[in-house]
């Protein structure tokens, strides 16, 4: 006998009323008892699928919590959360506060380190230019990016305008041989001359002047009349020829003299004639240095203030070979000093005796002493003589000279003397009342007597005194 255990009979359910079961009424018949299902019986209703594994199963439990994740979430906006049934969603709501636009959230730029900012500079704006370092993921959208950027830059940097490099400098020896081709195929033209220029003297004609200074500027401009009217009648020819010799660098072998001929107006300047010289020289013209009787000649000067008459010749070459000329002939008039400084007993002096005789003749020397002693002891003083008729003459003068010796020295040093070869003489006698005419000094509006000492006139030193009635 088998020590299992009987199991005990169950008990019959009650059974079951339907929902939707009728009232009795008392002409219809009782509805049959409903059929009771057993528990274990439930299975046998529904049809099992066999073919499935325990890896499949596993899926569709996968899709299905998928499916049930889905329908637990719950968009919530601001706007509606009054109308939300909080039965919908069984997780627990959460409190949503609104955020204001400027919620003190700093632009993400600001986060940034100065490695990752790089500011460029455009005509009008500032492009802010992000440099991270690319993900293997987003390299290629950042490097079509920065293509794209620099397209804009390339483009803008287009329509600016780009400064220009200098060209490097080109040595004299290639633009000298660009000269000598361009002079054989052209052939040399000549510089047109340049157009006189006329300066205006500033008119006082509008201003009101005090009376003493009106008649000082009327002399003034009358005497500007006449030596600008007898200036160019003066002097010699109105046209001077001149010939330019140009002087190479003694060092340079290859350079050879040139001779420019031209003719120049009496009170022209050389300004034409030296840039003639410096187009037949192929130099620049504020290089080009002219000389008469070694001594510069400036462009400003004209030939009648140099003392040329009809005809000279200049000297002209470029201003490095003037400093080196000017160098050696200092050096040459050093070296040929005399020896006159040494003293009297020294032995130089009797073994090399001094090439100027004038300086080193023993009588000679005590009558400059002589002399010198008496110019120191007289009172002598310098005057300047003005007329209308020529310019100023300066005189030395002592107390003791008389005013007609006085006018005699001005004729003389005037040209004027043959104009007036009977003055001096004794005057003959026209009447009564009438006195001797011819030159006379005037100071201070008084006319001197021709026998009377300047020295009662009470003159200094570089005084102005008149001369009338030429």
């Given amino acids: 006998m088998s020590t299992r255990p009987r199991p005990k009979p169950r008990r019959a359910r009650p059974p079951v009323a339907t929902l939707c079961t009728p009232e009795p009424s008392s002409s219809s018949p009782p509805p049959p008892p409903a059929h009771t299902v057993d528990a274990e019986d439930e299975d046998s209703l529904f049809l099992r699928n066999r073919n499935r594994t325990a890896q499949a199963w ?152 005090d009376p003493a200074l009106a008649s000082i500027a009327k002399q003034m ?24 010799k140009w002087v190479p660098h003694p060092k340079d072998p290859v350079a050879r003299g040139q001779l420019v001929t031209s003719k120049v107006k009496r009170h022209d300047s050389f300004h034409g004639l030296v840039e003639e010289v410096a187009d037949a020289a192929e130099v620049m013209t504020d290089h080009v240095v002219l000389s008469y009787d070694n001594k510069r000649v400036f462009p400003s000067a004209t030939p009648h203030t140099i ?28 070296s040929v000093q005399p020896l006159d400084h040494h003293e009297a007993g020294s032995p130089t002096r009797g073994r090399f005796p001094s090439t100027i005789p004038e300086e080193s003749d023993p009588e000679a020397e005590p009558e400059a002493d002589a002399e010198s002693a008496a110019e120191e002891e007289d009172d002598k003083f310098r005057l300047t003589l003005r007329s209308g008729k020529t310019k100023d003459v300066p005189v030395t003068v002592r107390p003791t000279t008389t005013c007609e010796a006085i006018i005699r020295a001005f004729l003389k040093k005037a040209g004027l003397a043959d104009q007036y070869p009977n003055f001096g003489a004794p005057a003959t006698k026209k009447g009564k009342g009438k006195s001797a005419g011819g030159p006379r000094l005037m100071v201070d509006g008084d006319k001197l007597d021709p026998s009377s000492v300047i020295g009662d006139a009470d003159l200094e030193d570089g005084d102005l005194v008149e001369v009338v009635g030429l």
Avoid at 226 to 244: E, H, M
């Fill in 221 to 244: 401009q009358s005497e500007r009349a006449r030596q600008g009217s007898a200036a160019p009648d003066t002097g010699g020819p109105p046209l001077v020829s001149i010939s330019v």
């Fill in 307 to 334: 003392g040329l008459w009809a005809e000279a010749e200049l000297e002209a070459c470029d201003r490095i070979t003037y400093e080196y000329l000017q160098q050696a002939r200092r050096q040459r008039s050093l």
């Fill in 58 to 209: 596993k899926k569709l439990n996968k899709v299905a919590e998928a499916k049930e994740a889905k329908e637990q979430v719950i968009e919530i906006s601001d706007d509606d959360d009054d109308h939300v049934n909080a039965r919908a969603t069984p997780r627990p709501r959460k409190k949503h506060s609104k955020k204001t636009e400027n919620d003190g959230v700093l632009p993400s730029w600001t986060k940034m380190s100065a490695k990752e900012i790089n500011l460029i500079s455009s005509d009008e704006d500032e492009i802010l230019e992000l440099v991270q370092h690319a993900t293997p993921n987003g390299k290629r959208r950042r490097e079509t990016e920065r293509d794209e950027r620099k397209d804009v830059k390339r483009s803008r940097s287009r329509s600016r305008s780009r400064s220009i490099t200098p060209p490097p400098a080109i040595p004299e020896q290639a633009r000298q041989h660009a000269r000598e081709a361009i002079r054989q195929i052209m052939g040399a033209v000549p510089r047109p001359k340049t157009p006189p220029m006329e300066f205006l003297d500033d008119s006082i004609d509008n201003l009101d002047l």
